[in-house]
T-cell receptor, first 113, second 115 residues
């Protein structure tokens, strides 16, 4: 069965650079979530989209922005990167605006040097 | 922010043993889910619970949604080496704040299995 696809899997950026992470949800899933997981930490909710509209917002820095496109894929844009942004970034998808049964991608490991 | 407390933090058991872990919250959730995460990989959904008191099984896994909606437990029977990993509980749809569909994750339980 098709899963959530994230790209790239690994990304190395310097401080103050920008990064764009991409997420392709499971086919027919209309809701996308972004989570950030620091080393040894649990995933923290950043932002979610349902039918291309932002549906919820968590602890996402103002330097980050995201959107969901007409084909339901999503991109997380991160600017003015800081060392503390180094983490695993996961995208998850689900079907419907209230379904909490989310399926996660393999993640993007971002390292800021 | 809101955090779910999982216990134990880590467990080291022998192959064939049963495992039990739980998750508690100060807030009510509409749904409880259990995920397993291998190092460097994404969380994999194991079990989803939707009703208070619900007991659900998935192979050797059994999970329950607490009556108070503030807790859940996961049991793994007859553990095998591939059960190694970090297990996370996650609560969704907080009733009090109308949190929608985001998930709040627990602190995780690291399981190690000795052959």
């Amino acid at each position: 069965a098709a899963g959530v696809i994230q790209s790239p899997r690994h990304l190395i950026k310097e401080k103050r650079e920008t990064a764009t992470l991409k997420c392709y949800p499971i086919p027919r899933h209309d809701t996308v979530y972004w989570y950030q997981q620091g080393p040894g930490q649990d995933p923290q909710f950043l932002i979610s989209f349902y039918e291309k509209m932002q549906s919820d917002k968590g602890s996402i820095p103002d330097r980050f922005s995201a959107q969901q496109f007409s084909d339901y894929h999503s991109e997380l844009n991160m600017s003015s990167l800081e060392l503390g942004d180094s983490a695993l970034y996961f995208c998850a998808s689900s079907f419907g605006p209230t379904n909490t049964e989310a399926f996660f991608g393999q993640g993007t490991r971002l390292t800021v040097v | 922010g809101q955090q779910l407390n999982q216990s134990p933090q880590s467990m080291f058991i022998q192959e064939g043993e049963d495992v039990s872990m739980n998750c508690t919250s100060s807030s009510i959730f509409n749904t409880w889910l259990w995920y397993k995460q291998d190092p460097g990989e994404g969380p994999v959904l194991l079990i989803a619970l939707y009703k208070a008191g619900e007991l659900t099984s998935n192979g050797r896994l059994t999970a329950q949604f607490g009556i108070t909606r503030k807790d859940s437990f996961l049991n793994i029977s007859a553990s095998i080496p591939s059960d190694v990993g970090i297990y996370f509980c996650a609560g969704g749809g907080m009733i009090l704040t109308g949190g929608g569909n985001k998930l709040t994750f627990g602190t995780g339980t690291q399981l190690k299995v000795e052959l």
